[in-house]
């Protein structure tokens, strides 16, 4: 099965600088890769995807590439606010036999000191 | 739409008790998921189903069985509670796009 390697563990950053996140996966066949945001307490919200035919996406302060070549995708987010404090998953997705799953990477915890 | 509802929200349980947690989708989603996500840890799938009637095993089943008796409801059961299932669980739906929309997440303890 799909595994997803996510990095760093735990990241500071002051406010207005640039936070970058990497994940790596091993599925070659695995064909979305979303970003998840958590605050504490609640839910994992969708911030930005990207699929396999697409090598870059922006959404305001927040990019995500990929390098299908390297089995690597990174979350950028440029302009840090103390409000983008959470923890930040990755996760890869694809078929797998006749299923489609998700795995996710195990999470940064992302500190935007004011 | 109410989305992904799940109940309870919160509940402590004595080792060796049973419970169901309750979700409930309104987005006629075939693909239906649950995760444990345990305190600083990823999210860890414990079964899915593709639709009404069909459910499979994801990563962490042991200690629980789910069913899809329709395209709605995808109830997981805990049986003989352990305190290795203290964990926050969170149930999911699958629609246009491949999108995932998570529930509010139960948070349980087992003591």
């Avoid at chain 1, 099965?1 to 970058?20: I, K, R, Y």
């Avoid at chain 1, 440029?78 to 923890?87: I, K, R, W």
Wanted: charged content about 20%; some cysteine.
């Amino acid at each position: 099965g799909e595994n997803v390697e996510q990095h760093p563990s735990t990241l500071s950053v002051q406010e207005g600088d640039s936070a970058v996140i990497k994940c790596t996966y091993s599925d070659s066949a695995s064909n979305y890769f979303p970003w998840y945001k958590q605050e504490l307490g609640k839910r994992p919200q969708l911030i930005i995807d990207i699929r396999s035919n697409v090598g870059e996406k922006k959404d305001q302060r927040i990019a995500v590439t990929l390098n299908k070549t390297a089995k690597h995708f990174s979350l950028h987010i440029t302009e840090t606010q103390p409000e983008d404090s959470a923890v930040y998953f990755c996760a890869a997705s694809g078929m797998e036999g006749s299923n489609y799953k998700l795995t996710f990477g195990k999470g940064t915890l992302l500190t935007v000191n004011p | 739409n109410a989305g992904v509802t799940q109940t309870p929200k919160f509940r402590i349980l004595k080792i060796g008790q049973s419970m169901t947690l309750q979700c409930a989708q309104d987005m006629n989603h075939n693909y239906m998921y649950w995760y444990r996500q345990d305190p600083g840890m990823g999210l860890k799938l414990i079964y899915y189903s593709v639709g009404a009637g069909i459910t499979d095993k994801g990563e962490v089943p042991n200690g629980y069985n789910v069913s899809r008796s329709t395209t709605e409801d995808f109830p997981l059961r805990l049986e003989l509670a352990a305190p290795s299932q203290t964990s926050v669980y969170f149930c999911a739906s699958m629609g246009a796009g491949n999108t995932i929309y998570f529930g509010e997440g139960s948070w349980l303890t087992v003591v």
